[in-house]
């Protein structure tokens, strides 16, 4: 029972400290709160459980077409 226990608990943890960032996404990593690193580069990445938090956001360009104003 103890294993099962220590094993979930090792999963959570490592599942808190791994992150993934896209290549439409950009990043910006956050330690309580203040900025750390604002431009993340896409792929894997490792954080530190509990105290660092990621944001992501959507990078690609949008547009609307709309009739130009005169």
């Known amino acids: ?3 099962g226990l220590g094993a979930a608990l090792v999963l959570m943890v490592l ?3 791994l ?5 439409t996404q950009r990043g910006v990593l956050l330690k ?6 604002p431009d993340l580069q ?6 530190m459980p ?7 956001f959507d990078g690609r360009i ?3 077409s709309a009739p130009p104003r005169s």
């Open 62 to 64: 949008l547009s609307a």
């Open 1 to 3: 029972m103890w294993l």
């Open 50 to 56: 509990f105290v660092n938090n990621v944001r992501l």
């Open 42 to 47: 896409p792929g894997l990445h490792v954080k």
């Open 19 to 23: 992150y993934v960032v896209k290549e």
């Open 32 to 37: 309580f709160g203040e900025v750390v690193n």
């Open 15 to 17: 599942s808190n400290a």
